[in-house]
């Protein structure tokens, strides 16, 4: 079956704008995590959502960003006022029900982030 | 608060070498373990996990003991091939009740023919 996709795979924006990244899940999996990955570095968590509801937001790192899941599918995550810090790839992850503690998080390709 | 240190890379081996990667963490409770592995132009892919201590996970040849009186979970293969040429990430489950992985740094595998 399908895997976790995510679009687009590349995003190319200058420092201010406004970008949206979207995941697509695993059909069936509701719980769905955001990482980011900088270069040389592993994923570090952004936000967690069981469903609908982010759970966790612990890991955005400031009001900048954002990210929704409205019928608890897909989710989008938003970058406002973009900062050439922000250059990094934002990986989706999807899981089945429950906490993911046991169950194995499948991961997308990823969305390459550059701002100029 | 938790962590993941990994073993610098890049590790070059010739092919049928031992492979030895290092990790260890630093946990609240009794996390489970995880190793993942990106190959050039994939996403990241489980490879293997241990819940708990003493726990061995294995797949693919790889395999990895949960030990927990030295806080770590080294990754080793007995003979490596060109194709296991990948950066390798070790990662734990945060103890709280989300789910989130933690993840290394990153070791990245170059098997040379």
Known sequence: ??????TPSNKVTEKGKYVELRCDPISGHTA????????GQGPEFLIYFQGTGAADDSGLPNDRFF???PEGSVSTLKIQRTERGDSAVYLCASSLPGTGLYNEQFFGPGTRLTVL | GDSVTQMEGPVTLSEEAFLTINCTYT???????????????????????ATKA????????????????????????????VSD????FC?????????????????TLQVKP
Do not use: C, M
């Not at chain 2, 946990?27 to 996990?49: H, I």
């Not at chain 2, 996970?57 to 003979?79: D, P, Q, V």
């Open chain 1, 67 to 69: 990210a929704v899941r």
């Open chain 2, 54 to 81: 003493d726990d061995k996970g294995s797949n693919k040849g790889f395999e990895a003991t949960y030990r927990k009186e030295t806080t770590s979970f080294h990754l080793e293969k007995g003979s490596v091939q």
């Open chain 1, 1 to 6: 079956g399908a895997g976790v996709s995510q």
């Open chain 2, 91 to 107: 990662a734990l489950i945060y103890s709280g009740n989300t789910g989130k992985l933690i993840f290394g740094q990153g070791t």
């Open chain 1, 32 to 39: 769905l995590y955001w990482y980011r990955q900088s270069l």
């Open chain 2, 85 to 88: 040429s990948a950066v390798y």
């Open chain 2, 27 to 49: 946990a609240t409770g009794y996390p489970s373990l995880f190793w993942y592995v990106q190959y050039p132009g994939e996403g990241l892919q489980l490879l293997l996990k």
